[in-house]
């Protein structure tokens, strides 16, 4: 056997797409030769011929989709009804010709009639929590983000309008490609609106309570003011309840659009290919915090500017050329005769 021929358990490799034609070249459906495999009427090596992977982080991952799913659908049939696990010999391809499209990581994937332009959308919830930064950092925010989060908060008022963010699922992991995005949502659940800080409380006005006074004075001191006040209450508590009433029609309309449930410590998100994220083994912290960055920081290495110095300093071992032009004219015109420079 050659060192790159052996034989590899069905249930450790993976699929590279996540939609598969469910024919086979010559038109053979992909379920009736699963079919004769399971009724023993043909082997594997009669129809199902040597299958290309390539090991990709540390996974195994098919060329071979067609193949590999009649494969997965036999090794399960064995596993049940004679608990055999099954083995197949495998040959290795080349990492450079891998294209990786599945959005799962290659655990899974659909069937698709042959021919069909039907396209499918990952769109799952998850717990917020799950899903990792990745990068180290983001550019281009204000010191603290303060600003950015009062801007998002204005403009998500609740956890069914928030943006679909799109993850990339590496390693067992998930992975946001949208750092900023990612960031954002994360602290608008910390401070979301309608909850109040503790640190808020302590400083807010409004929050102050005077037990000095006594309950029953303050029942005769019922005025207009405190009529307005009432009015004021029953129309901002109109205004919440139709408010509820909206962000409850969007979600109806978000969950039959994407087939998902929001929650408050759940979010949306849409799995993208496998290969769109590349980055993750840089990470420091395995992605789970993120640093903000006001701007490009500097090389360590790099010599810093002197900055009460108005011109660069000029050197003689290497003059630049504009330095080179000026030497050469006051060397001409110290040349010439003075007779000539009067005249000019």
Known sequence: MSRHRKELEVRFIRYTQDVIDDTFDDGTRLNDTLDGLRNKRYKVNDKIPKITVVKKDEIYFCQDNREL????GLAAFLEETENVVLKVPVK????ENLKMTTTTEGEDVRLRHKGSTEEFRTIKSVELSTIRYSSDKIY???????????SFLSNYRDPSQLPVLDVVKRNGKLYALDNRQLWLVKHWFQKKPGGVDEEEKQHSPNMNIDDSKDSSNNENDIDS?????????SVDTDRVNMETQLSSDKQEVRNKNFGVEVHDDVVVV????YDTFLGYTALVNEGISIRLVQEAEPERNKPKKNSHLKY???????PS???RSVMRYAEAYRKQPLETIKKK
């Open 69 to 72: 799913w009649v494969l997965k």
């Open 225 to 233: 003011q405190d009529l307005e006040g009432a009015v004021a209450r």
């Open 92 to 95: 290795f391809g080349k990492l």
């Open 312 to 318: 660069k300093p000029l050197t003689r071992q290497s």
């Open 321 to 323: 050329n504009d330095r």
């Open 140 to 150: 281009g925010f204000s010191r603290s983000g303060e600003y950015e989060i009062k």
């Open 270 to 273: 849409e799995m993208k290919p």
